[in-house]
């Protein structure tokens, strides 16, 4: 799942959500994207920090105004962001996240077969346009797909709702949603060229957790390299909005449970703490460090280089289980624990310039947090 906020020209932030969720198997019986074969590359070399900022967060506790899981979450603008929640729930704000007020929920799709319904349960990913952000996609449980074009006050489904069973547990989309792409649990791939109106879905050799797209600086951004992680180690990458996937190596075996990217640099997180990373872009991996969370959501920041002393590295925030929240500040290579005074797993996590950081957990918990610096 990254794109939102303002920047300026030595100054840029980006945001990618995503979130873990329970991976399933599923059926082949779709059309089979053949991954292409990666050259062996040899690895890029991490490079170091000289010098190691301090940082310090302090928490708030915001109203959510719900008990419901808090699955993920996304700034469009410095004011505007969005929350995917359990039971078809989405929360908005557009105050920069001090206030939420629930949106109206989401519709059903249409009767599957004959006399049948399913009552679609949990949002599992939510993702809205940088460039509008009153363009608003959701995806979650058994291919449930809703959009909305006035700011989550009206929703419709795509033309051809009902084409998947999947559980979408990624969702990457363009700043204009020229793109979108969700990856199923059921090896599928759902991709939109028309902002959600209608999607065309194909297999893939892996059973997805997560999806995220690489992007820079939103002026230059190209809407053209997405990763989606998956079991067993699996990391697969497309060039061409999802047309075709090839397949990376990666040095682990481990379920993969949250990807970010920014640039060249691509991270991914196991479902047992273990960091892996790119520094060319998903050429080829190397294992960066093992740390004592189990990780649900990760997003990059790309710091200002007087601050984050060190030009071209990315800060990292990453939150997991039992209130965790790490933090990295040299691509991913060292991790700090900084304390959230909470119990409650936490689902996911974004930043708003460059000064606050927002997470979102179970039972309805949002944390408000100040970084400071030094």
Known sequence: MKRNFSYSPIFFILIIFLVISVIGCGDDNNIIVIPTAVPTVI??????????????????????????????????????????????????????????????????????????TIDWENILSIAASTTNPLLVTVAGERGYVSNSNDGGQNWTVPQNAGFASDNFVGLAATPD???????????????????????????????????????GDTQTFQADTTFIVGKAGNVIRS?????????????????????????????????????????????????????????SNATMNVNDTQVFQAEGFVEVFMVGKDGVLMYSYDSGVSWVKITTDTIQDLKAVALRNNKEIIVTGSNGKILKGTIVRK
Not at 201 to 209: D, F, G, M, N, R
């Open 239 to 295: 060039k061409d909005d999802g047309n075709t996937w090839e397949k990376l190596s990666t040095p682990t075996t481990e379920d993969l449970v949250s990807v970010a990217a920014y640039e060249d640099t691509v991270l991914v997180a196991s479902i047992n703490g273990t960091i892996i990373g790119s520094t060319n872009g998903g050429d080829s991996f190397q294992k960066l460090n093992t740390i004592e969370v189990t990780p």
């Open 43 to 116: 690895p890029t070399a991490i490079p170091t920090v000289t010098a190691v900022p301090e940082i310090t967060i302090n928490f708030e506790v915001i109203d959510s105004g719900t008990d419901k899981n808090l699955n993920d979450i996304f700034f469009a603008s410095e004011t505007i962001g969005y929350i995917a929640a359990d039971d078809r729930l989405v929360l908005k704000t557009t105050d920069g996240g001090n206030t939420w007020t629930k949106v109206m929920e989401p519709l059903e799709l249409p009767l599957l077969k004959e006399g049948q």
């Open 177 to 215: 949603f020229s793109s979108l792409i969700m990856a199923g649990d059921k090896k599928s791939v759902a991709v939109s060229t028309d902002k959600g109106e209608t999607f065309q879905i194909s297999a893939i050799e892996v059973v997805p957790s997560n999806a995220t797209m690489n992007v």
